[in-house]
């Protein structure tokens, strides 16, 4: 993958523009927080750099890897990148380094904005944490920003996403309202970055009026970021009031303490997911439009 290069608040991310748009523009850094996000609830393993398990540098590194962006693999080089930037002048994004060992940085996490970052930590894995907490603020060492290209000399270039392949969550809202036979008539959407005029603003306004898609912290809705399996398994469960029907079975990559173990066995439970065919159920995998036509399909016989 070639390498990109940031600029402040990441506007050179480079995402589909719609749904199932195959022209690329500059993205701001929600799809960062959008990468990271998918992460939470992933064990923290020592040395870890999979999504069985990540250390610290680990984590942040897959995020930026996510879209394209190669970091430095320990929290020592990553500190060595970028400009540093001051504590009161933080913005979405940035690296957060910490000293937890009285040996220098040792910790590394993502600015992702109100005072609060996204890490994975040994006691809770990948998770959120407010920058003000005690224990981290006695620890913070500093912040870095790489930032070394200009936005009018940005090469625009086409996501790594293809969404002939894979579902977007415009898509998904699309798929769910026609199978749930949903009125769609009104397309004033509550999400800000969901226009009237999109095609599927009136699936995203009336799944949000029944409570399967609400907004993201910043209350948007990100209608052309993929969907991964584990928040699939949470739609459909919420939009076809799915229930567990017995016994389900263990996926070896869905910790019990994960966000979406719930749901997940309940899609096992009923038969509308039987994982991977290796024990896994690859919750980070992005569905896919062949396997978001089988799920729905599934629900929609229970």
Not at 162 to 179: C, W
């Amino acid at each position: 993958m070639k390498k990109r290069v940031l600029i402040p608040v990441f506007a050179a991310f480079m995402i589909f523009a719609g749904a199932n748009s195959h022209e690329a523009e500059a993205a701001s850094v929600d799809q960062l927080t959008s990468s990271a996000y998918k992460y939470i609830g992933t064990p923290y393993v020592y040395g870890g750099t999979t999504t069985s398990g990540f250390d610290c540098s680990g984590f942040t590194r897959q995020v930026f890897s996510d879209l394209g962006i190669s970091l430095p693999r320990t929290s020592g080089s990553q500190y060595g990148q970028g400009q540093a930037v001051a504590k009161s002048n933080l913005q979405e994004g940035d690296l957060l380094f910490f000293n937890t060992s009285g040996a220098g940085v040792s910790h590394v996490g993502i600015y992702i904005g109100d005072q609060k970052f996204i890490h994975s930590q040994t006691s809770k894995g990948v998770s959120v944490t407010n920058i003000n907490e005690s224990y981290w603020a006695k620890r913070y060492i500093g912040a870095k920003r790489v930032a070394n290209i200009d936005v009018a000399k940005a090469e625009v270039k086409k996501a790594d996403i293809d969404f002939t392949i894979y579902a977007s969550r415009g898509e998904v809202a699309i798929q769910l309202a026609k199978a749930l036979n949903i009125d769609t008539f009104d397309t004033n959407s509550p999400f800000p970055d969901v226009k009237q005029s999109a095609k599927y603003a009136g699936a995203v306004t009336a799944l949000n009026k029944i409570g399967v898609f609400t907004g993201d912290e910043k209350g948007k809705f990100n209608p052309a970021s993929p969907v991964t399996r584990a928040q699939m398994a949470k739609i459909l469960v919420q939009a076809f009031d799915l229930q567990q029907q017995g016994d389900a079975p263990v996926f070896k990559d869905v910790p019990k303490s994960h966000w979406s173990s719930d749901y997940i066995a309940i899609l096992a439970s009923t038969g509308i997911t039987v994982g991977k065919g290796d024990g896994t159920f690859a919750i980070n995998d992005y569905v896919t439009l062949t396997h978001l036509e089988a799920f729905i399909n599934r629900a929609m016989q229970q």
